[in-house]
């Protein structure tokens, strides 16, 4: 079945520095979702994108989606310490007998040092 | 804002005992998820649910497992015999439309299950 490949699997980064982590697919993804998740918390939706090429931004967050749509990135300028947790990738599938089962990359845990 | 609120949010049962996980939907959803994130793993897909039936499931969820939307508005997972390797957390979602809109699945806060 599908498979998101998410790099690095750790980060630590000192309060200010930038973050960025990884989405690969070997197949084109028609979505991909990113969730993030607080320690002892559950996955939180942050944003889907569908377009290839797109790009959103959330505040202090970028969310881009490949021209081939096989990969997605996640950068965070200027991180802070309520960044800390672990960001998912996530392809939603669709179409056919599909309702939207969501596959999970593995997640970059994500420590921020004040 | 509405939430998907689940039910115990900690179980410890004993190996082969059954368990039974509660969750409520957000009300106006109609596509209901079980997902299950093993201590420091990826969140894995276990089943989905759409109009009061199993529209696709995971090698995951065998026959041990099955769930069920009793009321309209509980939905339910039940492991009847459970093993040392069902501990996890695991996570009911809900969403209005399944794959094909823009503001995602909304996940519950989870239930550990802890099997001993």
């Known amino acids: 079945g599908q498979q998101v490949m998410q790099i690095p699997q750790y980060q630590h980064v000192q309060e200010g520095e930038d973050f960025t982590t990884y989405c690969n697919s070997s197949t084109t993804l028609s979505n991909i979702q990113w969730y993030k998740q607080r320690p002892g918390g559950h996955p939180v939706f942050l944003i889907q994108l569908v377009k290839s090429g797109e790009v959103k931004k959330q505040k202090r967050l970028t969310f881009q989606f490949g021209e081939a749509k096989k990969n997605s990135s996640l950068h965070i300028t200027a991180t802070q310490t309520t960044d800390v947790g672990t960001y998912f990738c996530a392809q939603a599938n669709a179409g056919g007998t599909s309702y939207g089962k969501l596959t999970f990359g593995q997640g970059t845990i994500l420590t921020v040092h004040p | 804002e509405p939430e998907v609120t689940q039910t115990p949010s900690h179980q410890v049962t004993q190996m082969g005992q059954e368990v039974i996980l509660r969750c409520v939907p957000i009300?106006?959803?109609?596509?209901f998820y079980w997902y299950r994130q093993i201590l420091g793993q990826k969140v894995e897909f276990l089943v989905s649910f759409y109009n009061n039936e199993i529209s696709e499931k995971s090698e995951i969820f065998d026959d041990q497992f099955s769930v069920e939307r009793p009321d309209g508005s509980n939905f339910t997972l039940k492991i009847r015999s459970t093993k040392l390797e069902d501990s996890a957390m695991y996570f009911c979602?809900?969403?209005?439309?399944?794959?094909?809109?823009?503001?995602?699945?909304?996940f519950g806060s989870g239930t550990r299950l802890t099997v001993v």
């Open positions: 979602a809900s969403s209005l439309t399944g794959a094909r809109q823009d503001y995602g699945y909304t």
């Open positions: 009300s106006n959803h109609l596509y």
